[in-house]
Structures are given as structure tokens and as C-alpha cells.
């Protein structure tokens, strides 16, 4: 399907619910343009009576009665034109509102659904640029270029129709150029598309850095970049000018063009009424009546034209962001495996088996893993950095599929299990845990929204974080935000221990933090998964060693493989991988 297709079904998808009140706002651009199209045959005509009425006067038969009842029916026709663009515009500000407001809903609920892939492939800019520009410009068009096409088109087609009927010669006068100016505007249009929809892209591109930027800006003053940094955004920032500036440059171009042609049209329309008169065809008169009709005739005929050239670039904006934003509605949802079995608990085990993956065709991450983790158990995983640890995490929790082998829960295929099942019976705590806007009771009852306050304390105490609470003013009533965070990164895990710990899962993968952690959130950290742990079947994905030697079964694994497995003790003994990775960390400990 081509963009443009693509664009118009989308606002076809999100105008259609609307339907009634686009209707009515095309009736009303029928009788506003209507209207305006014929108030000039009007004008002519009161122009003709004021002749005539002139000449009659030395004949004593003169009068202004014709004039005045003219003169009052292009009045009448310009009001009704006005009043109809009155009502049409405050019925298109409703259905505008609510349709982008629907269009905004459904990216965000669509965003709810999309598989994480999307995300792990899309700068949060980039996504956020979807929300503004895009929906912004989408606003914009819809409140500004709709009401203008429809009635400005209306206008143009029945300013054709009237010309032929008052005068066919001035008519054919009139549009005489027109095959000519299309031509022009087609050819710059087109080129003006092409920057345009590169301005967008740019765009985007540009706030994908700028959200990049601000979120590593510890690490760039640390390094020293900030004034790198500058110039970098430089180079994007300057490409989005040169975008914009040549998307601008040629849909701008077209209005000053269009109104040169119509001041050219004017005057040949001038020239051929004054010669009407002069060779005879017509009365001076009914001439004079005739150039004035016509003078107006050429302006309402070449303001669609210029009008429409002058929006361009904000319709043009509008379909690059209808196209952007139908695009993400086309990707592929999360699989919920509806008819998928439900599942109540683990009752025997989960297994990797014989797993390969890979994010990226022809380019695997894991190998041939098999790793079973027995009800009750607790297995930690283990190896260098980029080993596949946290990728073994995201098969596991469906966030990817593997490419061969299957992991099972309890013998079933977890691609046979309903999503939403099976997420409930896994519970994770993300190395880099995230704290929502609201109080940290809140934040704790996240994945329990019903929990009574008592079950969030003994959450908070089992994940070693209840003292630091208490001692903060306002308690579990404290508020969290992003941009006053109290909270260490060790502190958000604990919290978010805490919060998985509510949710009471079957099956519990916790990615331990590696960064910013304190020495004694550290040891908070180590009594919290021991608390965690006991007795629970879970899976530690391990960065120091220190925290997991009590785990029934030490994984180890090395560039996508596992190794080496079995406890502390059984590793040490074997003297290979682990025993080196053991003795390497205690060594700076
Ligand atoms: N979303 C992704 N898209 C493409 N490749 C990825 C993605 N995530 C990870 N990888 C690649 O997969 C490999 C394994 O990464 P993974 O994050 O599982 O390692 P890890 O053992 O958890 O590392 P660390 O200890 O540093 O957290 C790496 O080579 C990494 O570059």
C-alpha cells in the first residue's frame, strides 16, 4: 500500500465514528461556499442596475429599486456563507478533538501490547516523537486543512459551474491557465513532499538524541562531553533545518506563485471584458457588470488554488504522521495465546531445553541451553558480562520466543501457556528497577493493587527496605518521582523485591543490580534475595558472585553456552571457568 493510502485510511479509520458530524460539516461548506459563489453574480448585477440606473437618469425613468434589492441579496449570501463557517467550525472542533484524542489512546494501548522487540529497537525519543510531532502536526491539519479542503474544493468546482453559466467566454478566459499552474504545483509539490516527510524524520531522529542525551547525562559529564555533546545535536539539529528549511522553501513557493497568477489572470480578464464592450458584444453595462463578476470569479477561483498550496505543508505534515502513526498500528502484537492453558503454580519444575536464540537473524546469542530449575530451588546464573544471562531472563518471560528448543513449565510449552497466565506465576525484579510517580506504598502495591497495608510492610521488611522507609518523613506515604528520587539504585531494587515478594509469584527471576549499589544496601541487597529465595523456586541472574553461593545449582554460562553447573562447593572442586571467576572477584573484594 502506498503512504499516502496508507495515511488516508488511517484518518478514514479515525473520522468514520465521527461521520455524522463530518457530514455536517460538509452540508454547511456546501451552503457556505454555495453562498459565496453566488453573492458575486449579485455584485455584478448591482453594478449593472447602478449603470443603468445612471444612464436612466436624464431619461427621468430612473430607479434604484433593482440596485438596492441586489445589493441586499449578496449581502444576505455573504452572511449565510459566514454563518455556515461558523457552525461547521465549532462542530469539526469537537469531532477533531475527539478523534485525535482516540488516535492518541489507541497508540498508547497499542504501545501496551506490542511485542518488546519494538521497544528494544526504538529510541524512547522516537516513540515520544509519535505523541508530539506527529499528533501535534495530525491536530493541527485536521483543525486548520479539513474545512478548508472540503469547502475551499466545494468552491473551486461550483466557481466553475457559475462562470459557464454567467459568461462562457470569460470562463474559458479564466481557467485558460490553470493546465499550466497544475502542472508547476504537481512538480513542486511533489519535490516539497519529499523534505517534508524527511522533516518529520528528522524530527524524530533528533529527539531520539536529545532523550538519549539527557538520560546518559551523568555519563557525559563524567567523561567530559558535554561540549561533544553540543556538537552532536549540532549535526542533528542541523539536518532537521535543512529539512525544514527546503520542505518550507517549496510548499512556501507555490503561494507567492499562485498569487502572481491570479494578479496575471486579473488583468487578461480585464482586457477581454473591456474588448467584449469595445468590439460590441455586450452593453457597456452589462460589460461593466460582466468584468466585475468576473474579477471576483478569478479571485474565488485561484483562492482554493493558493489556499490549498498554502496548507500544504501542514497536510503534507499531517499524512507523514498518519502514515508514522498507521505504521506502529501494523506491528505485530504480543501472541496472548488465548486458548492457552492456564496455570496455577509450578508443581514440578521449569526447563530450558536445548534453547537457541538470537535478537537478530544469522546472529546467535545462546547456544543449545539446558538448564532445569526444580521446584523450591534456587539457581543462579553465571558468567562474563554479555554471556546471555538477562537474555535467558527474556525467554523465559516470553518477552522474546527461542528460535529452537522450548522452555517448559511444569512439561508445557510456556508458547502454549496463556500470556497473562503465565506472566502471574513469574514474578521479575529488573536490574535497573523503576519506581512509578506516586507513594512507595503505592509502588510496592503495583503488581497488588488490592493488598492491605499490612501485606505491604511485610513485603518491605522480607526485602530488608521497612527501616529506610521509616526513617524517611512521610514514610510509605513519600512520594517517588522521577525528578526528585531520594532512592539509590539498590534502594529501587529492594522496593522493587518488595513489590514482586506482594505479588507472591511461582516462579521468581531476579536480575540483581550491578551499578551505584552502597556496601550496606549491598549486604540489604544479599539478606533480601536470601529472604526472597528461601524455599522459593527462582532463577538469580548473578553479577557478584558473593550474593548467590547459597543457591542450590551455580549455572555457568560463556558466550551463550553453559559450561559448567552445580553448586559452590562442586564448582570450586572442578577448578574451570567458575573457580577462576570465584577467585578473580574475591580477590578485589
Ligand atoms: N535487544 C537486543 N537486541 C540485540 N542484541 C541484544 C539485545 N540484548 C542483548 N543483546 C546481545 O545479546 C548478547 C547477550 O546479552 P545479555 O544481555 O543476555 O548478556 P548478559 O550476560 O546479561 O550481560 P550483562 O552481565 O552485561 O548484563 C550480547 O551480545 C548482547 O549484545
Known amino acids: 500500500m502506498s503512504d499516502t493510502k496508507k495515511a488516508l485510511k488511517y484518518f478514514y479509520k479515525y473520522l468514520k465514528p465521527y461521520w455524522k458530524g463530518v457530514l455536517i460539516v460538509v452540508l454547511l461548506s456546501l451552503v457556505s461556499s454555495g453562498a459565496a459563489v453566488i453573492a458575486p453574480t449579485y455584485l455584478g448585477r448591482a453594478v449593472t442596475d447602478l449603470t443603468t440606473y445612471l444612464g436612466d437618469l436624464k431619461k427621468g425613468t430612473a430607479s434604484l429599486s433593482t440596485f438596492y434589492s441586489a445589493l441586499g441579496s449578496m449581502l444576505f449570501f455573504y452572511c449565510l456563507s459566514m454563518v455556515a463557517i461558523f457552525i461547521a467550525w465549532m462542530v469539526m472542533s469537537k469531532f477533531n478533538a475527539d478523534s485525535t484524542n482516540d488516535m492518541r489512546e489507541n497508540l498508547f494501548s497499542k504501545f501496551q501490547r506490542m511485542l518488546v522487540r519494538y521497544f528494544d529497537t526504538h529510541q524512547d525519543g522516537k516513540l515520544l516523537s509519535l505523541f508530539t510531532s506527529d499528533l ?23 466557481t466553475i459551474i457559475i462562470m459557464f453559466v454567467v ?4 470562463a474559458l478566459t479564466t481557467i485558460a491557465t490553470t493546465p499550466f499552474i497544475l502542472i508547476i504545483s504537481v512538480v513542486i509539490m511533489k519535490k516539497a513532499r519529499v523534505y517534508l516527510d524527511k522533516q518529520q524524520d528528522e524530527i524524530s531522529d533528533l529527539n531520539g538524541y536529545i532523550t538519549e542525551q539527557i538520560n546518559g547525562e551523568k555519563v557525559i559529564i563524567t567523561n567530559g562531553l558535554r561540549e561533544d555533546s553540543v556538537k552532536d545535536f549540532k549535526k542533528y539539529n542541523n539536518r532537521v533545518r535543512s529539512a525544514m528549511f527546503k520542505g518550507q522553501f517549496y510548499s512556501g513557493i507555490l503561494f507567492p506563485l499562485l498569487n502572481g497568477f491570479n494578479l496575471l489572470n486579473l488583468a487578461i480578464v480585464i482586457a477581454m471584458g473591456a474588448w467584449m464592450i469595445m468590439s460590441h458584444q455586450v452593453t457597456a453595462a452589462v460589460g461593466l457588470g460582466l468584468i466585475v463578476t468576473f474579477v471576483e470569479y478569478s479571485q474565488t477561483y485561484f483562492e482554493p488554488l493558493t489556499q490549498l498550496t498554502s496548507i500544504y505543508s501542514m497536510i503534507q505534515l499531517a499524512l507523514t504522521g498518519a ?15 488465548p486458548n492457552g492453558k492456564k496455570i496455577d503454580g509450578l508443581k514440578k519444575s521449569l526447563k530450558l531445553e536445548n534453547v537457541s536464540f538470537g535478537y537478530v537473524k544469522d546472529k546467535e546469542v545462546l547456544h543449545d541451553v539446558s538448564i532445569s530449575v526444580d521446584k523450591g530451588k534456587s539457581v543462579a546464573l553465571v558468567g562474563p558480562t554479555g554471556s546471555g544471562k538477562t537474555t535467558v531472563m527474556n525467554l523465559i518471560n516470553r518477552f522474546y520466543d527461542v528460535n529452537s528448543g522450548k522452555i517448559t513449565f511444569d512439561g508445557t510449552d510456556i508458547r502454549d501457556i496463556q500470556l497473562e497466565s503465565l506472566r502471574n506465576n513469574v514474578g521479575i525484579v529488573l536490574q535497573d528497577s523503576i519506581l ?3 507513594t512507595i506504598a503505592d509502588n510496592i502495591r503495583y503488581g497488588k493493587p488490592e493488598a492491605p497495608m499490612e501485606e505491604v510492610v511485610k513485603a518491605a521488611k522480607q526485602a530488608n527496605i521497612h527501616d529506610f522507609i521509616m526513617s524517611l518523613p512521610d514514610r510509605y506515604e513519600t512520594q517517588v518521582s522521577e525528578s526528585d528520587s531520594v532512592f539509590s539504585t539498590g534502594q529501587k531494587q529492594l522496593i522493587s523485591i518488595a513489590r514482586t515478594l506482594l505479588t507472591d509469584p511461582a516462579f521468581l527471576i531476579l536480575d540483581e543490580a550491578t551499578s551505584n549499589v552502597d556496601t550496606v544496601t549491598e549486604e540489604n541487597i544479599q539478606k533480601a534475595m536470601d529472604h526472597v529465595i528461601a ?3 527462582s532463577f538469580v541472574i548473578a553479577h557478584r558472585l558473593k550474593t548467590i553461593l547459597n543457591s542450590d545449582k551455580i549455572v555457568v554460562l560463556k558466550q551463550g553456552r553453559v559450561i559448567e553447573q552445580g553448586n559452590h562447593e562442586e564448582l570450586l572442586a572442578q577448578k574451570g571457568f567458575y573457580y577462576k571467576l570465584y577467585t578473580d572477584q574475591t580477590a578485589f573484594d
Open 167 to 170: 459568461n462562457r467566454q470569460l
Open 535 to 537: 524455599g522459593r523456586t
Open 323 to 337: 502514515k508514522r502513526l498507521a505504521n506502529v498500528e501494523s506491528q505485530k502484537d504480543e501472541d496472548e495465546v
Open 436 to 438: 512509578f510517580t506516586g
Open 136 to 158: 501535534d502536526n495530525i491536530f493541527n491539519a485536521m483543525n486548520n486543512a479539513i474545512f478548508e479542503v472540503i469547502s475551499q474544493g466545494i468552491r473551486f468546482i461550483g
